[in-house]
Every structure is written in structure tokens, then in C-alpha cells.
């Protein structure tokens, strides 16, 4: 949690907290609702995040734990996936980002396989939302949307969200994957 001093004195802590929902149409399973979680079963998910190298880049050092993929139902873990928070003013533009976990029912979930993805140091504004998958073409939203400091903010790509570009999604028995 970072902490930051206003003029006025006062202290305020920097962090949103996102729960973004998104399925990866390739591994859904309209039958039963739920992606496969095979990559998980057999053993292929890494515990430290796959997105340090090109284009990705990405910094962090997030990692889960055995007991995190030892989670079966619903909640097991699909794959890793990096979550962005983009410029209201230019989505090329990457703020911050952090790698996170995919269930089987499409929530994205922090490292722990349950808490909401928590970005530090980001104070309450207008971001553009984008989800990244190493194998999957990535998914945005098609404004910034409004996220708050201490509140639920859901970023629900599986509803009716309006996502950027032409066909960016495909409708599969009223869900979007």
C-alpha cells in the first residue's frame, strides 16, 4: 500500500483494487460454463509470472504459491494473465501493470488466488482497462472507465462491457470470450 502526504497534511493511501472477468474463448467449455483448466492439471503453470520478456516487459515479481494451484472447481486457475490500467487520454499509454491469475469462471484473481488485483501507488481516476493472455489476443475497454480507492471496482468483460476495436469479442451462449 503506498502512502502519500496531500498539502493539507493529511494521509492517504494510494491503491485500486480491480476485479476484472474475462474468458479466453479457446479454453471455454459452453457446456459447462467454465474454461479447462488442463494447463493447471498437468502441471505447465509456472508459479512465477511469464511476462517478463518481450513484448510484455513486464516488472513484477509477482509469483503464487502450489497450494494456489492446488485449487480445483470453479476457482482453479486457468492460466496467468497481465492487467493494465492505461491513460484516459491515450490508451497507448501503459500506467501500471500486474501479472494475475485466471479461474476457471472467468475472475481474475491477485497471486494469493482470491483477493482483488490490487495496484499500488494508483490513486482513484479514469483508466483504460486491458487484459493481456501470452497465447490470446488481448482485450480493452473501449473508454476509461472510473475506478475508486477502497471500492469493488469491477471490470466485467464477459457482460456487455464495450471493448475496443472491431470484433474484439465473440458471443458464446450469452457470454463474451
Given at each position: 500500500v503506498s502512502v502519500s502526504a496531500a498539502s493539507d497534511g493529511l494521509i492517504f493511501l494510494r491503491n485500486i483494487s480491480i476485479q476484472p472477468k474475462v474468458i479466453l474463448n479457446g479454453a471455454y467449455d459452453d457446456n459447462i460454463g467454465l474454461m479447462k483448466d488442463d494447463l493447471r492439471l498437468f502441471g505447465y503453470l509456472p508459479l512465477n509470472?511469464?511476462?517478463?520478456?518481450?513484448?510484455?516487459?513486464?516488472?513484477?515479481?509477482?509469483?503464487?504459491?502450489?497450494?494456489?494451484?492446488?485449487?480445483?472447481?470453479?476457482?482453479?486457475?486457468?492460466?496467468?494473465?497481465?492487467?493494465?490500467?492505461?491513460?484516459?487520454?491515450?490508451?497507448?499509454?501503459?500506467?501500471?501493470?500486474?501479472?494475475?491469475?485466471?479461474?476457471?469462471?472467468?475472475?481474475?484473481v491477485d497471486i494469493d488466488g482470491i483477493s482483488s488485483v490490487l495496484f499500488s501507488g494508483v490513486s482513484g481516476d479514469d483508466y483504460y482497462i486491458s487484459v493481456k493472455h501470452r497465447n490470446h489476443l488481448g482485450i480493452m475497454t473501449e473508454n476509461a472507465v472510473p475506478l475508486q480507492n477502497g471500492a469493488a471496482n469491477i471490470v466485467d468483460f464477459i457482460a456487455t462491457l464495450p471493448t475496443y476495436g472491431t470484433d474484439a469479442q465473440k458471443l458464446v451462449n450469452g457470454k463474451y470470450t
Amino acid at each position: 500500500v503506498s502512502v502519500s502526504a496531500a498539502s493539507d497534511g493529511l494521509i492517504f493511501l494510494r491503491n485500486i483494487s480491480i476485479q476484472p472477468k474475462v474468458i479466453l474463448n479457446g479454453a471455454y467449455d459452453d457446456n459447462i460454463g467454465l474454461m479447462k483448466d488442463d494447463l493447471r492439471l498437468f502441471g505447465y503453470l509456472p508459479l512465477n509470472h511469464p511476462y517478463s520478456g518481450a513484448p510484455w516487459n513486464h516488472a513484477g515479481t509477482e509469483m503464487t504459491t502450489t497450494s494456489v494451484l492446488s485449487i480445483a472447481g470453479q476457482d482453479a486457475i486457468v492460466d496467468w494473465v497481465l492487467v493494465e490500467l492505461r491513460d484516459k487520454a491515450d490508451p497507448t499509454n501503459i500506467l501500471s501493470t500486474r501479472a494475475a491469475l485466471l479461474q476457471r469462471d472467468g475472475d481474475i484473481v491477485d497471486i494469493d488466488g482470491i483477493s482483488s488485483v490490487l495496484f499500488s501507488g494508483v490513486s482513484g481516476d479514469d483508466y483504460y482497462i486491458s487484459v493481456k493472455h501470452r497465447n490470446h489476443l488481448g482485450i480493452m475497454t473501449e473508454n476509461a472507465v472510473p475506478l475508486q480507492n477502497g471500492a469493488a471496482n469491477i471490470v466485467d468483460f464477459i457482460a456487455t462491457l464495450p471493448t475496443y476495436g472491431t470484433d474484439a469479442q465473440k458471443l458464446v451462449n450469452g457470454k463474451y470470450t
